[in-house]
T-cell receptor, first 111, second 111 residues
Framework: NAGVTQTPKFQVLKTGQSMTLQCAQD?????MSWYRQDPGMGLRLIHY???????DQGEVPNGYNVSRSTTEDFPLRLLSAAPSQTSVYFC??????????FGPGTRLTVT | DQQVKQNSPSLSVQEGRISILNCDYT??????FLWYKKYPAEGPTFLIS?????DKNEDGRFTVFLNKSAKHLSLHIVPSQPGDSAVYFC??????????FGKGTLLTVNP
């Protein structure tokens, strides 16, 4: 049971490049979410999904797209990276009403 | 407008003493409250939770107290150990799976 896995661990992008951050969970959780953590800002919700085929925006969705074609996977896409998207990104999953399990994070730098 | 406030960015205590971390919230729709612990370069890990119908929950050295009328909760760690040194996040949630994170408190336990 690997829990929540994220790839890559580190990434450097140039402004305007696109990329996809991968997230997978093997706990059959219906809920998955993406957060970003910036210094002094706590964790802010980007997008979330309550099940396959269902996604919704969180607090800071601009510049990011998501899709949920399977229960296990919830990729986060940056279509045109900007320096303001330099951050640490965490994926999480849970069942309804229970604690969220977090992945180890992806540290993204946009130059 | 911050719905969840952790007003102490940092806290330093001596090993063996009590650590008290505080959290205030404004949204009366929150019905469960979680505490997460985060070490550098790792994802947050769930520590302890409390339902809105309770005022105390204890798990070993960790106790969470909830005062709904004051919209205040606190995490007590006793006795504190050097391995408890981490950032602690308060994260209330409601019926929609979503958690709202505070900005965190950095706890340092000195040997």
């Amino acid at each position: 049971n690997a829990g929540v896995t994220q790839t890559p661990k580190f990434q450097v992008l140039k402004t305007g490049q696109s990329m996809t951050l991968q997230c997978a969970q093997d706990m059959n959780h219906e809920y998955m979410s993406w957060y970003r953590q910036d210094p002094g800002m706590g964790l802010r919700l980007i997008h979330y999904s309550v099940g396959a085929g269902i996604t919704d925006q969180g607090e800071v969705p601009n510049g990011y797209n998501v899709s949920r074609s399977t229960t296990e996977d919830f990729p986060l896409r940056l279509l045109s990276a900007a320096p303001s998207q330099t951050s640490v990104y965490f994926c999480a999953s849970s069942r309804q009403g229970s604690e969220q399990y977090f992945g180890p994070g992806t540290r993204l730098t946009v130059t | 407008d911050q719905q969840v406030k952790q007003n102490s960015p940092s806290l330093s205590v001596q090993e063996g003493r009590i650590s008290i971390l505080n959290c205030d919230y404004t949204n009366s729709m929150f019905d469960y409250f979680l505490w997460y612990k985060k070490y550098p370069a790792e994802g947050p890990t769930f520590l302890i939770s409390i339902s809105s119908i309770k005022d105390k929950n204890e798990d070993g050295r960790f106790t969470v107290f909830l005062n709904k009328s004051a919209k205040h909760l606190s995490l007590h760690i006793v006795p504190s150990q050097p391995g408890d040194s981490a950032v602690y996040f308060c994260a209330p949630g409601g019926s929609n799976y979503k958690l709202t994170f505070g900005k965190g408190t950095l706890l340092t336990v000195n040997p």
